[in-house]
C-alpha cells in the first residue's frame, strides 16, 4: 500500500462504506428495516477506527505520515482525534440503530451522512494546509446540517437545520475570509509556510485580523460566546442521537484546527490571540453556565453547558504548547465520552418522538427506570466533574496548565464557573430522584434496552469512569501528541 | 492606490454588504445571499493576493478559489434544500415568524 | 502486617457491600438491612484490628501504601494512617453503625438507602487514610454524592433546597481549596501532604510560591495568606466554622435522622481533620498571623452556636447547633496551639494538652452525637414524626429507661464529669486557657449556655405533664437496650479512662507539636 493510501485509510473507509450505504439504501424494499446498512456503518466506523490504530503503530515505527502533497499530515495529534471521532461515530451509529421508530425509508441517509460528516472531520484534524482544512469542515458541516433536521416532518426539526445553516455558513465566510488575508499576508495557507511567512511578513496587522477572523469562524463551530446564539435552538430542535454527535466531534475536529493553527501555524502571534482565547474562554464560561441555570428544556440545558465547557477547553489553549495540546485532548475526549453518554441516554428515554423535554418531565423518573436514571445521574456527575469521573481529571488537567502559564483569574474564573454549574446539572439531577412521578414519565416505555445501545452506553459510561480512576494511559497519548512542524510541510503543492 | 488595494477595498465592501444582509435581513434567502455574498468576498481577496502576490507562479489562490466556489455551491444546494423544507412547512422563509423554539 | 495492603481493603470492604446490598438486597429489605450491617460490623472488625495492631510509639504514617497513580502529574496512590487517622477510622466504623441502627425503620427503597450509607462509609475512610492530596480529595469530594442522595431522596419536606445548599456550599469551598493546592503543587511539584508539610516548615514553599504565581504583585507573606485562605474556606465551610455554618441547621434537620448521625459524627470531622492534618502542618505560619480573627470565629462558633440552640424548639435543629458548639471548642485547641512559636518545654505541654484535647473530643463528640440523634430518631417513630419540644413532655413515667440512656447522652454532651465530653473539653480549656487567656474565658460562655438549654430539652420532654397522645408511649424494648448500650457504654470507658484513646494519639500529638515551630 503506498504510503499516500495509508495515510488516508481511516477516510478512505469511511467514504467507502459510507457510498456503499447510499447505493445498497435503494435496493431494500420500501417498509423494510434498515438495520442492515446501520450494521454495515457501524462495521465502516469500526474499521476505520482500527485503520487509524494501524496508522498508530506505523506513525511509531516510521514517524509521520504525510499525503496529498504533504497537506495532510499523520502524526501522533491527528491519529488520537482520529480515533475519537472514529469512536464518537461507533457510538452514536450503535445508539440510534433503533432509534427510529418505523423502518422510514430516508434512514439509510441517516447512517452514510453520519459517516460523511466522519470523514470531513477527519481530515480537518489531520491536514495542515487551510484549503484541505476548509474542504473538510464543509464536508462535516454539510452531513451536520442535515441531519440536524433529521426528525422530518416537525417544525422543529427544520428550523432547527436552517438556524444551524445559515449560522455555520455565516461562519465559513468568516473563516474563508481570515484564511484570504493570512494568505496575503504570508504568501501561503499552509501551516508551516504561514509561521515562517509571518517571520517576515511587511502586514502584520492584516495578519492579526485573519487570525481574528479565522477564530470567529472556528468559535462559531465549537459554540464559543458570543458565537453561540445558535447552540440552544439547534440542539433543542435536532434529534437526541446528532446532538450528542455534534456536540462532540465536530467541536473536537474545529478544536484540533485550532491548536494547529494558532500553535503551529501563528506563534509570533502569541500575543494577540492569547488575548481572544482568554475573551472567548471567560465569556464562553460566564455566559453558558448563567444561561443554563433559568433553561427547562433539558437539551436547551444541555447545549448551554456544551458552551461552557467550550470555554473551559478554550482555557486549555492559555497553556504552554505542550500543555494546551495535552489538556485540550484530554478534555475533548472526556467531554465527547461523558456528553454523548448524556444524549444517548435522552435519546433512549424519550425516543424518536421527543415527547419528554423539560426537566419537569423528568420528575421521578428514578422510579420507573433506575439503571437509566444513574446512568444519566452518572454523566451529569462527570459534567460537574466529580472525582472518579473522567470530567474531573479533564477540568484538573486544564485548569492546572493555565495556572501553570500565570493565568490565575482564569483558573479562578472557570473553577467558579463550575461551581455555579453544580447548581443546574443538580437541579436535572434532583427532579430525577423526586417524587411523585410526572405525567410525562408514563410516556417513557418500560422496555428493555436493546443490545447495540446497551453496548454504546457500557462504553461512555466505562470511558468516562475509566478516564476518572486510569486517566494514565490518555495522559501518555497526549503527552507526546504535541505536533510538529515537519521540513516536508513548506513544500508547495502546485511546485510539484 | 496600488491595483492591490483596490481589489482588497472591493472585497472588503462586498463582505461588509453581505454581514449588513445577512445581519439584518429577515428572509431566509436573502440571508443566504448576503452570505453567498461574503464567500465571494473572500474568493476575490484569495484571487487578488495570487495576482499581485510575490509568487504567482504558485497557483495556491486560485486553487483556493476554485475549491471554494465549489464547495460554496454544494452548501447553497444543501441551503436552498433546507429552505424548501422550512417553507412547506411554515408557509413562510420569515426568519422571524420561524421561532418555536425556545427556553 | 505492614505487606498488607489493611487499609485498601478496610476503604473497598463498603464499596463491594454496597453492591452486594444492593444487588442480594433487591428481594428482600430485611435482607439488605441485614447485609449492610453485617459489612458495617466487618469495617469495625478490621478497624480494632488496625486499632489492635497499631503500634503506639511511632508517630508517623504506619500501614503505608504507596503506588503510581497518574506519574505525569505527580498523583499517587497514598495510604497511610497515624493515632489520628487510626481514631477517625474507628469513629467512622462506630458511627456507620449507629447510623444503619438508626436507620432499621426507613421502608422506602431499603437497599438503596443502605447502600448508600455503606458508600459514605467508603469515602470516610479513604479520605481518613490518603495521604496524597488528589487521592485524599477524590473521597473528600465524592463522599457529597451518597450524602446528597441521602438528602434528597429520604429528607424531610424541604429536602431539595436542603440537599442542593449542603452539596453547593461543600462545593464551593472545595473550589477555592483545589485552586489552593493547584498553586501550590506548580510551586512544590508534589501533591504529598508530608512532602509540602517538609517544604513549608523549612520556609521554602513562600518563595516558591511567589516564582511560579506572581499573582497580582503580592508579596510572599500576602500570597500565602491568600493561599491559606482558599484551603481554610474548604474546611471551614465542611466542620462548619461560623460565619460558614448556614447551610447546616437546614441540612441536618432535613436530612433522614440515620444520614444527620452520619453527618454529624462522621462527616463534620473531615473538616476538623483536615485542621490537623494539613492547616496545621503546612499554614501554622499563615494561622498565625491572622489568629486574632480565627480566634474570634472560634468564640462565635462556640457562643453563637450554643446561643441559636438555646433558641430553637426543634429537637434536631437544637443538636444541630450544639454539633457546631462542641466542634467549635476544637477549633479553639487548634488556634490556641498554633498561637506561639517556639519549643520551650511549658510550651509544648499546654499546646499537647489542647491538641490532645481536640482529637479526643473529635472522638467524644463523635459518639455522643450520633447517640442522641439516634434516641432523635426513636422519639420520632414513636411520636409519628413529631420533633417540636412541645410536642413531649413527662414521658419519663412511661418511658424511664429511654429517658435514663437518652439522659446519660445528654449529660455526657453537657460535660458531666465521668463521661466522654468532660476530659476532652476539660483538657482543651486547661491547654487554651495559658495560650490564648482571653478567648478560653469567652468560650466558657458556652459551656454554661450548653448546660441551659440541655438542661431544658430534658425537662420538656421527659418531665412535666404527659400529653394526652403519648398515653401509650412504649419505652426502649430489650432488643433496643441491647443496642444502645454499647454505646453508652463507650461514653462512660471513655469518660473514666481516657487513657484507652489517648495512648494511641500521644505520639501523633507530639510529633504535631513539634512541628509548629516556624
Known amino acids: 500500500m503506498s504510503t499516500n493510501l495509508l495515510a488516508l485509510l481511516p477516510e478512505l473507509v469511511l467514504t467507502i462504506t459510507g457510498v456503499l450505504v447510499m447505493v445498497l439504501e435503494p435496493v431494500i424494499p420500501a417498509g423494510k428495516s434498515r438495520k442492515p446498512l446501520g450494521w454495515l456503518a457501524i462495521l465502516g466506523s469500526l474499521l476505520s477506527g482500527l485503520a487509524a490504530f494501524y496508522q498508530l503503530q506505523i506513525v511509531n515505527a516510521q514517524g509521520t505520515l504525510t499525503a496529498f502533497y504533504s497537506t495532510i499530515q499523520i502524526d501522533p495529534f491527528s491519529i488520537f482525534f482520529h480515533l475519537l471521532i472514529a469512536a464518537v461515530v461507533l457510538v452514536t451509529l450503535l445508539g440510534s440503530l433503533d432509534y427510529f421508530e418505523s423502518p422510514i425509508t430516508h434512514a439509510g441517509e441517516y447512517f452514510a451522512l453520519v459517516l460523511f460528516g466522519a470523514v470531513g472531520m477527519m481530515f480537518m484534524t489531520s491536514s495542515v494546509e487551510l484549503l484541505m482544512v476548509f474542504i473538510g469542515l464543509e464536508i462535516s458541516s454539510i452531513s451536520t446540517y442535515i441531519l440536524a433536521g433529521f426528525r422530518k416532518g416537525r417544525a422543529t426539526a427544520s428550523e432547527s437545520s436552517i438556524k444551524y445553516f445559515l449560522l455555520g455558513s455565516f461562519a465559513t465566510a468568516f473563516f474563508l475570509y481570515g484564511v484570504a488575508l493570512i494568505y496575503g499576508a504570508t504568501g501561503s495557507t499552509s501551516i508551516g509556510p504561514i509561521a515562517a511567512g509571518l517571520a517576515i511578513t511587511r502586514t502584520p496587522t492584516m495578519a492579526i485580523l485573519a487570525v481574528a477572523m479565522v477564530l470567529i469562524g472556528l468559535g462559531f463551530k465549537v459554540s464559543a460566546a458570543p458565537f453561540h446564539v445558535w447552540t440552544p435552538d439547534v440542539y433543542q430542535g435536532a434529534p437526541a442521537p446528532v446532538v450528542g454527535l455534534m456536540s462532540t466531534a465536530p467541536k473536537a475536529a474545529a478544536f484540533a484546527v485550532l491548536l494547529r493553527f494558532l500553535f503551529n501555524g501563528t506563534p509570533m502571534l502569541h500575543g494577540h490571540w492569547i488575548l481572544l482565547i482568554e475573551i472567548l474562554a471567560v465569556a464562553s464560561m460566564c455566559l453558558g453556565n448563567l444561561g443554563a441555570l433559568k433553561q427547562h428544556d433539558v437539551k436547551r440545558l444541555l447545549a448551554y453547558s456544551s458552551i461552557a465547557h467550550a470555554g473551559y477547553l478554550l482555557v486549555a489553549f492559555t497553556g504552554t504548547h505542550q500543555n494546551a495540546v495535552a489538556g485540550a485532548c484530554f478534555y475533548t475526549a472526556t467531554y465527547a465520552a461523558m456528553n454523548v453518554g448524556a444524549f444517548l441516554v435522552l435519546s433512549q428515554l424519550s425516543g424518536f418522538s421527543e415527547r419528554i423535554r423539560s426537566i419537569e418531565d423528568f420528575t421521578g423518573l428514578a422510579l420507573k427506570r433506575p439503571g437509566m436514571s444513574a446512568l444519566l445521574g452518572f454523566f451529569l456527575l462527570s459534567l460537574i466533574g466529580i472525582p472518579f469521573t473522567g470530567g474531573f481529571f479533564g477540568k484538573f488537567y486544564v485548569f492546572s496548565g493555565a495556572l501553570q502559564n500565570g493565568h490565575v483569574w482564569l483558573g479562578i474564573v472557570g473553577l467558579a464557573n463550575s461551581g455555579v454549574a453544580c447548581f443546574y446539572y443538580l437541579r436535572l439531577l434532583a427532579a430525577i430522584y423526586s417524587r411523585p412521578t410526572s405525567d410525562s414519565v408514563a410516556y417513557i416505555p418500560v422496555r428493555k434496552v436493546t443490545a447495540p445501545a446497551a453496548v454504546a452506553l457500557a462504553a461512555t459510561a466505562l470511558a468516562t469512569l475509566g478516564l476518572g480512576i486510569l486517566p494514565n494511559k490518555l495522559v501518555h497519548l497526549v503527552e507526546r501528541a504535541t505536533p510538529t512542524t515537519t521540513a516536508a510541510v513548506a513544500v508547495q503543492p502546485t511546485q510539484q | 492606490m496600488t491595483p492591490l488595494n483596490l481589489f482588497l477595498l472591493l472585497s472588503a465592501l462586498l463582505f461588509s454588504i453581505g454581514l449588513a444582509g445577512a445581519l439584518t435581513r429577515r428572509n431566509a434567502i436573502l440571508v443566504l445571499i448576503g452570505i453567498e455574498l461574503m464567500l465571494n468576498a473572500a474568493n476575490i481577496n484569495l484571487i487578488a493576493f495570487w495576482r499581485f502576490g510575490p509568487n504567482p507562479e504558485a497557483l495556491t489562490g486560485v486553487m483556493f478559489a476554485i475549491f471554494s466556489i465549489s464547495v460554496a455551491a454544494a452548501e447553497a444546494a444543501v441551503g436552498l434544500a433546507i429552505i424548501l423544507a422550512v417553507y412547506r412547512h411554515n408557509k413562510t422563509t420569515n426568519l422571524n415568524q420561524i421561532d418555536t423554539l425556545k427556553g | ?26 428481594r428482600s429489605d430485611r435482607a439488605a438491612r441485614f447485609l449492610s450491617v453485617g459489612f458495617a460490623v466487618g469495617a469495625l472488625c478490621i478497624a480494632l484490628l488496625l486499632w489492635h495492631g497499631f503500634d503506639v510509639n511511632v508517630g508517623g504514617m504506619q500501614l503505608v501504601e504507596q503506588h503510581a497513580w497518574v506519574p505525569a502529574l505527580h498523583i499517587q496512590y497514598h495510604l497511610g494512617i497515624d493515632g489520628l487517622g487510626l481514631s477517625m477510622l474507628l469513629l467512622s466504623a ?42 485524599w480529595f477524590t473521597f473528600w469530594e465524592l463522599c457529597l454524592i451518597p450524602a446528597f442522595f441521602l438528602i434528597k431522596i429520604w429528607g424531610g419536606p424541604r429536602r431539595t433546597p436542603a440537599a442542593t445548599q449542603f452539596l453547593v456550599y461543600t462545593m464551593a469551598g472545595s473550589v477555592a481549596m483545589l485552586l489552593s493546592f493547584l498553586a501550590m503543587y506548580l510551586a512544590a511539584n508534589t501533591f504529598e501532604f508530608e512532602e509540602l508539610a517538609t517544604i513549608a516548615q523549612s520556609g521554602r514553599l513562600l518563595p516558591s510560591l511567589a516564582a511560579s504565581s506572581s499573582w497580582m504583585h503580592l508579596t510572599p507573606e500576602h500570597l500565602g495568606l491568600v493561599i491559606f485562605a482558599g484551603v481554610f474556606l474548604g474546611f471551614a465551610v465542611k466542620v462548619p466554622v461560623i460565619p460558614f455554618h448556614t447551610w447546616l441547621p437546614d441540612t441536618y434537620a432535613e436530612a433522614p435522622t440515620g444520614t444527620t448521625i452520619l453527618l454529624t459524627g462522621a462527616m463534620s470531622k473531615m473538616g476538623l481533620y483536615g485542621f490537623l492534618r494539613i492547616l496545621v502542618p503546612i499554614f501554622a505560619p499563615q494561622m498565625q498571623s491572622v489568629l486574632t480573627p480565627l480566634l474570634w470565629m472560634a468564640v462565635a462558633t462556640v457562643v ?88 413531649f413532655g413527662g414521658l419519663r413515667r412511661n418511658a424511664p429507661v429511654l429517658a435514663g440512656m437518652m439522659g446519660i447522652a445528654l449529660f455526657s454532651s453537657l460535660g458531666l464529669p465521668g463521661l466522654n465530653g468532660f476530659i476532652s473539653e476539660f483538657l482543651i480549656f486547661k491547654g487554651a486557657f495559658p495560650l490564648a487567656t482571653w478567648a478560653t474565658a469567652l468560650c466558657t460562655i458556652g459551656l454554661l449556655i450548653t448546660a441551659v438549654f440541655i438542661l431544658n430539652v430534658i425537662q420538656r420532654v421527659f418531665s412535666g405533664p404527659l400529653q394526652e397522645r403519648h398515653s401509650n408511649f412504649l419505652d426502649l424494648s430489650g432488643k433496643e437496650q441491647m443496642l444502645l448500650a454499647p454505646a453508652i457504654a463507650l461514653m462512660f470507658l471513655l469518660g473514666l479512662d481516657p487513657q484507652i484513646l489517648l495512648s494511641h494519639l500521644n505520639a501523633t500529638v507530639l510529633q504535631l507539636t513539634n512541628t509548629i515551630k516556624f
Open chain 3, 94 to 135: 462506630i458511627v456507620t453503625l449507629i447510623s444503619l441502627g438508626a436507620s432499621w425503620k426507613i421502608e422506602d427503597r431499603v437497599p438503596l438507602y443502605f447502600a448508600l450509607i455503606l458508600l459514605v462509609e467508603a469515602c470516610l475512610f479513604g479520605a481518613f487514610t490518603a495521604l496524597n492530596f488528589i487521592h
Open chain 3, 1 to 26: 502486617m505492614n505487606a498488607f495492603p489493611w487499609l485498601s481493603l478496610l476503604t473497598a470492604l463498603p464499596v463491594v457491600g454496597a453492591g452486594v446490598v444492593l444487588v442480594a438486597g433487591a
Open chain 3, 304 to 391: 453563637l452556636g450554643s446561643l441559636s440552640a438555646m433558641a430553637q424548639t426543634d429537637l434536631k435543629r437544637i443538636f444541630a447547633y450544639s454539633s457546631i458548639n462542641h466542634l467549635g471548642y476544637c477549633l479553639l485547641g487548634i488556634f490556641a496551639a498554633v498561637r506561639y512559636a517556639g519549643s520551650d518545654a511549658q510550651l509544648l505541654t499546654q499546646r499537647a494538652a489542647a491538641l490532645s484535647g481536640t482529637m479526643l473530643q473529635m472522638f467524644n463528640h463523635g459518639i455522643t452525637a450520633a447517640t442522641i440523634f439516634w434516641f432523635v430518631a426513636i422519639l420520632e417513630t414513636r411520636s409519628g414524626g413529631a420533633r417540636e419540644l412541645s410536642d
